[in-house]
């Protein structure tokens, strides 16, 4: 056969294209060509895919160019009913062709006749063979017929045969051809998958991580390398996280319930939409006998891999006629087998196999798979999702465990709870009226919906629901006020929590106080993930400083409480009330028991009590336990990002802002906050954003100096004012001591109201770092007996708290009070063990501001040693400002550390009443010019954020570039 015609009939692949995979094997062949061997008979065999004909093509090339000519003859599935098929492709044009076409005639003596004409053949094809330099190629003999398979047999069998080279699939060399290789002096050729190396010059475009994951799901086979190289990256991706032991990433166990990442999704198991990447190798699997493609259905709709009882019960067949085809499925490379179980060995042939029956008898194969699962299967995982392929046509009972099953999903994978749990909700529309089980889908559909932090969405789910009698629309209320809260509106969630709460006194006899809301009769898993209504309430009350009622809430939920997520949930809480009320004691106590607890938590029980991790950092960072809370806080960004738990990212990332920021990690700083708020506006919660914008401000300041922390400021002054005192507090903590580190006038008295500090019950462990930024602006206004209190009142919280960094504090107060009233020897020993305090407490920078303050004593014979420990301090941490604002002259002791005057930000034009305040700054930068990356820079904010902003003015003003927003913004 002609090379060209054979190119164009096997894929289009021309005969020049070298076949860079396999030079060994091809050597191999050219040296039997060459008579550097002494056989003449070569056989190659390997699964689809793997690059028979490809090499058989490469060889045909080299000995047409050597001089050879060559009889090229390829099977295909018809040559088995057509007599000598595949030996008239080869010789067509040969006069064995003659001989080979011969009518078969009639009769009995039919028989006769046929055994002498296959001797006749084999003597016509070694004489079309005879001359020299001829070769014989046969590729995919297995679809030989009966009269091929005679004729290869005699010529194998006579001394003297003519070179020939022949091909077949893996595990289906026919019996009879198989024999006589069996005793023939042959070079067999077995292809191997491609080793990296090969693989790579196969896609040499794409990146190694791609080379990689592709490596993986091809598993070396040439053919699949390429369907796969040519999908999308996101379905390449699909692909990877739906077959993990494929794509190279470690997994565990498929049955283990932790684990649900095989699992399908629409439209089959585990499969992006079929972008037709899967017809050729649906049209091999066309060709399997017909038991064993139904064998090879029923494990498809199982999923990449299943055991031989559960393919039985899907095909419905007994597992002695299941276990024969199993074992077929093996032997020709579409299945593998390992303890007990059998998996597709390659991803494209798993789709395409599901593929390969009608949806109607998938739907039912996949409800007989649930049945089956149900009843021998412990993890919810796997029957769920063959439910989720069943539906809408089930039986109530499948619609009850599939709702269980996505609850049980939820903290390990919120999307996949979703979407089991919308295509539930669309079932029970789908066959009628059912109320009560609509209700309980749509308010489990409106909880996942807000661990995925898709707010909007979970509102349009449950406010339908909330009207529903009894406990339904109390989940849904208690959900939606859940929401509220996530969002910012901290006082409007507890107001929701009210309406159906029950009230009862909740002081001790013989006290009274305000009546406490409880949490009715709703049980604490309604809300994510073990945290009830009662919690719910005690959060709220904690954020808005009614520390007692807090705590009474939290104690109660934990005497309630059965099991250790629901205790560690409320321990929590309880030790952030006794941190907020100053009884550092019990908070120790409490953070020590929850931290053992937490560290024995199996997966699924930390990523249910994940939403109670910001509230034990928070109790971490008051007690000084730094590296504690960072762990904890890093371990669960981690894993809330990786099971999509998206509701606690910003808080998360607002902790971890604090905690870098306060032990002057500041470019880790800035980062988080800058994370935190970019998330908090995609999840729709403005109000959390000054609690997150706050914590950028300060590192800004010491990185970058004061003009970016003045812009800084702008920024956290046009969001709108966080919901709650605490972050409030935090807020008006963070202006105040950036003011008086620019130079900016606050009086003592502003800073006293600022900071909380006229009520004189408050306790908490940042207590001395308020009194000691107020004591500062006191003494800048000369009113040192203001001064002088709140020097000892820090001292006092200092001593009783036993933290080191608030003892180094307030003794930094000390100093400055020493220093203006004139005791230098006595505020330069203050300032020194300030310093010291501060950078053992994990502070540099504010120890280097310690030091500057102690170099500014007037003392003319003292070695001036503190400026270059401050500039040690300084370097270590990042802060770039400070060390800069060491060469403009000391500091004042008795005053706030600056680092120089800042400037006052520019008068503004009027801004348009169509934008925000942020989207008024952002547009002005870009219509003056600036880059979406220069804008970025100049705010300080990610380029995400600033093209979300760009984004919105664009649409509020009607325009579509730049130069029309500088024309919108000059009206």
């Known amino acids: 056969m002609h090379t060209s015609a054979l190119d164009e009939r096997h894929g289009g692949r021309t005969a020049t294209t070298p076949p860079i995979e396999r030079e060994r094997e091809l050597r191999r062949l050219t040296d039997l060509l060459d008579g550097t061997g002494q056989r003449h008979l070569a056989v190659i065999d390997g699964p689809p895919g793997i690059g028979k004909t490809r090499l058989l093509q490469e060889l045909h090339r080299h000995a047409t160019a050597a001089g050879w000519r060559v009889h090229h003859g390829h099977g295909s599935p018809a040559d088995q009913h057509v007599r000598h098929g595949l030996l008239l492709e080869a010789l067509h044009d040969t006069d064995a062709a003659t001989a080979l076409t011969a009518d078969?005639?009639?009769?009995?003596?039919?028989?006769?006749?046929?055994?002498?004409?296959?001797?006749?053949?084999?003597?016509?094809?070694?004489?079309?063979?005879?001359?020299?330099?001829?070769?014989?190629?046969?590729?995919?003999?297995?679809?030989?017929?009966?009269?091929?398979?005679a004729v290869l047999d005699r010529l194998l069998r006579t001394p003297g045969a003519p070179p020939l080279l022949l091909a077949y699939r893996r595990g289906e060399c026919p019996d009879t051809l198989a024999r006589t290789l069996g005793s023939a002096d042959a070079l067999h050729l077995p292809l191997r998958p491609l080793d990296?190396?090969?693989?790579?010059?196969?896609?040499?475009?794409?990146?190694?991580?791609?080379?990689?994951?592709?490596?993986?799901l091809s598993r070396g086979n040439p053919r699949h390398l390429r369907l796969l190289a040519e999908l999308p990256p996101a379905r390449l991706a699909a692909l990877a996280a739906a077959y993990p032991r494929h794509s190279g990433r470690t997994a565990a166990d498929w049955d283990d319930p932790d684990q649900p990442t095989w699992l399908p999704a629409d439209p089959?198991?585990?499969?992006?939409?079929?972008?037709?990447?899967?017809?050729?190798?649906?049209?091999?699997?066309?060709?399997?006998?017909?038991?064993?493609?139904?064998?090879?259905?029923?494990?498809?709709?199982?999923?990449?891999?299943?055991a031989p009882r559960e393919i039985a019960a899907v095909a419905q067949r007994p597992a002695d006629e299941t276990g024969p085809q199993l074992d077929l499925l093996v032997r020709r490379g579409y299945l593998e087998s390992g303890g007990?179980?059998?998996?597709?060995?390659?991803?494209?042939?798993?789709?395409?196999?599901?593929?390969?029956?009608?949806?109607?008898?998938?739907?039912?194969?996949?409800?007989?798979?649930?049945?089956?699962?149900?009843?021998?299967?412990?993890?919810?995982?796997?029957?769920?999702?063959?439910?989720?392929?069943?539906l809408p046509d089930v039986r109530t009972a499948e619609l009850v465990r599939l709702a269980r099953a996505a609850a049980t999903a939820l903290p390990l994978?919120?999307?996949?709870?979703?979407?089991?749990?919308?295509?539930?909700?669309?079932?029970?529309?789908?066959?009628?009226?059912?109320?009560?089980?609509?209700?309980?889908?749509?308010?489990?559909?409106?909880?996942?919906?807000?661990?995925?932090?898709?707010?909007?969405?979970?509102?349009?789910?449950?406010?339908?629901?909330?009207?529903?009698?009894?406990?339904?629309?109390?989940?849904?209320?208690?959900?939606?006020?859940?929401?509220?809260?996530?969002?910012?509106?901290?006082?409007?969630?507890?107001?929701?929590?009210?309406?159906?709460?029950?009230?009862?006194?909740?002081?001790?006899?013989?006290?009274?106080?305000?009546?406490?809301?409880?949490?009715?009769?709703?049980?604490?898993?309604?809300?994510?993930?073990?945290?009830?209504?009662?919690l719910e309430l005690a959060r709220i009350e904690l954020m808005n400083g009614r520390y007692e009622q807090a705590a009474r809430r939290a104690a109660a939920c934990a005497d309630r409480s059965t099991g250790t997520e629901e205790s560690v949930a409320a321990g929590i809480i309880t030790a952030m009330c006794a941190v907020a009320g100053g009884d550092l004691r019990a908070a120790r106590h409490?953070?020590?028991?929850?931290?053992?607890?937490?560290?024995?938590?199996?997966?699924?029980?930390?990523?249910?009590?994940?939403?109670?991790?910001?509230?034990?950092?928070?109790?971490?960072?008051?007690?000084?336990?730094?590296?504690?809370?960072?762990?904890?806080?890093?371990?669960?960004?981690?894993?809330?990002?990786?099971?999509?738990?998206?509701?606690?990212?910003?808080?998360?990332?607002?902790?971890?802002?604090?905690?870098?920021?306060?032990?002057?990690?500041?470019?880790?700083?800035?980062?988080?906050?800058?994370?935190?708020?970019?998330?908090?506006?995609?999840?729709?919660?403005?109000?959390?954003?000054?609690?997150?914008?706050?914590?950028?401000?300060?590192?800004?300041?010491?990185?970058a100096g004061p003009a970016a922390a003045a812009d800084a400021l702008v920024l956290l002054h046009d969001l709108p004012e966080p919901p709650v005192a605490w972050w409030q507090g935090v807020v008006r903590h963070t202006e105040t001591e950036v003011a008086l580190a620019c130079g900016h006038p606050v009086s003592g008295d502003r800073a006293e109201t600022a900071l909380g500090l006229r009520n004189p019950g408050v306790r908490d462990p940042m207590l001395p770092y308020r009194c000691e930024l107020a004591a500062a602006a006191h003494l800048a206004d000369g009113t040192e007996q203001a001064a002088a209190a709140l020097v000892a009142r820090a001292e006092d919280a200092a001593r009783t708290s036993g933290l080191r960094g608030a003892r180094a504090i307030a003794a930094q107060a000390r100093a400055r009070l020493l220093a203006h009233r004139g005791d230098h020897p006595a505020a330069l020993a203050a300032f020194r063990a300030a310093a010291d305090g501060l950078e053992a407490s994990g502070q540099p920078v504010r120890a280097g501001q310690a030091l500057l303050l102690a170099a500014a004593l007037p003392d003319p014979g003292r070695p001036r040693t503190e400026t270059a420990r401050a500039r040690t301090l300084f370097a270590?941490?990042?802060?770039?400002?400070?060390?800069?604002?060491?060469?403009?002259?000391?500091?004042?002791?008795?005053?706030?550390?600056?680092?120089?005057?800042?400037?006052?930000?520019?008068?503004?034009?009027?801004?348009?009443?169509?934008?925000?305040?942020?989207?008024?700054?952002?547009?002005?930068?870009?219509?003056?010019?600036?880059?979406n990356q220069d804008v970025a820079a100049r705010l300080f904010v990610s380029v995400r954020t600033v093209e979300s902003h760009l984004t919105s003015a664009y649409q509020k003003l009607g325009i579509r570039s730049r130069a029309a927003l500088a024309r919108a913004l000059d009206r």
């Open 876 to 931: 270590r941490a990042g802060a770039h400002a400070l060390t800069a604002a060491l060469d403009a002259g000391p500091a004042d002791p008795a005053g706030p550390p600056r680092t120089a005057p800042a400037p006052r930000p520019a008068a503004r034009p009027a801004p348009h009443p169509a934008l925000s305040r942020r989207e008024q700054q952002v547009a002005e930068l870009a219509a003056d010019g600036l880059s």
């Open 590 to 703: 409490g953070t020590g028991a929850a931290t053992r607890m937490l560290e024995t938590l199996s997966e699924p029980a930390w990523l249910r009590v994940l939403s109670v991790v910001p509230e034990y950092a928070w109790c971490c960072f008051f007690l000084e336990q730094h590296a504690t809370a960072k762990h904890r806080v890093d371990l669960a960004l981690a894993d809330a990002d990786r099971h999509g738990q998206r509701y606690l990212l910003p808080h998360l990332h607002t902790v971890r802002a604090c905690l870098s920021g306060f032990t002057d990690e500041l470019d880790r700083a800035i980062a988080s906050a800058d994370l935190a708020i970019d998330l908090s506006h995609r999840a729709g919660c403005a109000e959390i954003s000054a609690f997150s914008a706050a914590f950028r401000v300060r590192p800004l300041l010491w990185t």
């Open 268 to 306: 089959g198991p585990g499969t992006p939409q079929d972008t037709g990447a899967d017809t050729a190798i649906r049209w091999e699997l066309e060709t399997l006998p017909p038991e064993a493609r139904h064998v090879l259905c029923a494990a498809a709709v199982l999923g990449p891999e299943a």
């Open 413 to 534: 994978a919120p999307e996949l709870s979703a979407r089991w749990l919308r295509k539930g909700l669309q079932a029970v529309r789908h066959q009628g009226d059912r109320t009560p089980l609509q209700h309980e889908f749509a308010a489990g559909l409106g909880r996942a919906l807000i661990v995925r932090g898709e707010y909007a969405a979970a509102r349009a789910v449950l406010r339908p629901t909330v009207s529903a009698p009894g406990v339904p629309g109390r989940r849904a209320l208690a959900l939606l006020a859940l929401a509220d809260r996530l969002e910012g509106r901290a006082d409007h969630a507890y107001q929701r929590l009210a309406e159906f709460a029950d009230y009862r006194p909740a002081d001790p006899p013989g006290r009274t106080g305000p009546a406490l809301p409880g949490p009715a009769d709703l049980p604490n898993g309604d809300l994510p993930h073990g945290d009830g209504v009662g």
């Open 104 to 149: 078969e005639p009639a009769g009995p003596a039919a028989d006769q006749w046929r055994l002498r004409h296959r001797q006749t053949c084999a003597e016509a094809v070694r004489a079309a063979l005879a001359a020299p330099r001829t070769l014989l190629l046969l590729d995919d003999v297995q679809w030989a017929d009966a009269d091929t398979l």
């Open 196 to 216: 990296e190396d090969q693989q790579a010059r196969l896609v040499p475009d794409a990146d190694p991580a791609t080379r990689a994951l592709l490596a993986g």
């Open 340 to 390: 007990g179980r059998f998996r597709f060995v390659h991803p494209l042939a798993h789709l395409a196999a599901y593929r390969l029956s009608g949806p109607s008898w998938r739907a039912a194969a996949h409800r007989r798979a649930a049945a089956h699962l149900v009843e021998h299967h412990p993890s919810p995982w796997r029957w769920a999702a063959q439910i989720e392929h069943a």
